[in-house]
């Protein structure tokens, strides 16, 4: 609940692209992760993935996005 309150909070303050909120959103994502609700981790993780361009260190999230995505049934999304 505290990343589900704070995430929003943050884009609004600091804007979507702001390495800050990035994190934040990446540990929204992981704790979908972790209780398995990965339909709500993938949009995060591509949120993320789409802003690395900007934020390089954000590239990390590749490798937990397509796992998502196989979790998730998207076998094609993660081939790509």
Known sequence: PLYEALVPAAR?????DHPHVLTAVINLAE????AGRW??????????F???GKQPA???VARPLF???AR??????AAE
């Open 58 to 60: 954000m590239r990390a």
């Open 31 to 34: 704790a979908y992760t972790t």
């Open 50 to 52: 789409k802003a690395s």
């Open 39 to 48: 339909e709500k981790a993938v949009p995060l993780y591509e949120e993320v």
């Open 67 to 69: 796992e998502a995505y």
């Open 12 to 16: 609004k303050a600091l804007g979507r």
């Open 72 to 77: 998730t049934g998207r076998f094609v999304l």
